[in-house]
């Protein structure tokens, strides 16, 4: 089945140590989506790709960066993990100008220690 | 600008009761519905949307939701809720400005069904 997949499903890191999420899709959508979600709050959009455009949200801190290497592959990065940034990370994907549905993956749930 | 508010932050049920959790939202543009579920450490899944035409749609698990234009409302609803629809539900919106429909979500609504 098409699906987005999120590795690892659980990370922990050390505050400050730098740590990256993975996230691939066989849907073949070109566009692809981090938010950030906190214990009992809604996702938080981080940022999106457009193909290969990067569209950064305003409030999104600059200590959280992202690759998109192809299509299949978006990864972010947490270049010095807070304890505040200890949450549930979502991947989603969409395909643009369709019905703006964004199909999720699991997630990757961060503990910072 | 855009928003979505769910009015009900809980709602406890017993099984096999309805149940109707409530979704307003405000957009001076064409607006385009969704509801989302999430259960405990996972994604979220999409039970259905509206995006034009009948205003009554029905989705997955037996949801169904009505978008009603003039009270900016879009309450979902399930005739008889079983124990494994305890989660977390979000309605969601965006308009067609852009290719890339950037989701605007409620704050969730946590449905607890009881034996």
């Known amino acids: 089945d098409a699906m987005v997949i999120q590795n690892p499903r659980y990370q922990v890191t050390q505050f400050g140590k730098p740590v990256t999420l993975s996230c691939s899709q066989t849907?073949?959508?070109?566009?692809m989506y981090w938010y950030q979600q906190k214990s009992s709050q809604a996702p938080k959009l981080l940022f999106h790709?457009?193909?290969?455009?990067?569209?950064n949200e305003a409030d999104t801190p600059d200590n959280f960066q992202s690759r998109r290497p192809n299509t299949s592959f978006c990864f972010l990065d947490i270049r010095s993990p807070g304890l505040g940034d200890a949450a549930m990370y979502l991947c989603?994907?969409?395909?643009?100008?369709?019905?703006?549905?964004?199909?999720f993956g699991p997630g990757t749930r961060l503990t910072v220690t | 600008a855009q928003s979505v508010t769910q009015l009900d932050s809980q709602v406890p049920v017993f099984e096999e009761a309805p149940v109707e959790l409530r979704c307003n939202y405000s957009?001076?543009?064409?607006?385009?519905l969704f509801w989302y579920v999430q259960y405990p450490n996972q994604g979220l899944q999409l039970l259905l949307k509206?995006?034009?035409?009948?205003?009554l749609v029905k989705g997955i698990n037996g949801f169904e939701a009505e978008f009603n234009k003039s009270q900016t409302s879009f309450h979902l609803r399930k005739p008889s809720v079983h124990i494994s629809d305890t989660a977390e539900y979000f309605c969601v919106s965006t308009h067609g400005s852009s290719n890339t429909g950037k989701l605007i979500f409620g704050q969730g609504t946590t449905l607890q069904v009881k034996p």
């Open positions: 509206y995006l034009s035409g009948s205003t």
């Open positions: 790709y457009y193909d290969k455009d990067f569209n």
């Open positions: 989603a994907t969409s395909r643009a100008g369709d019905d703006y549905e964004q199909y």
């Open positions: 957009s001076s543009v064409s607006v385009y």
């Open positions: 849907l073949n959508h070109n566009v």
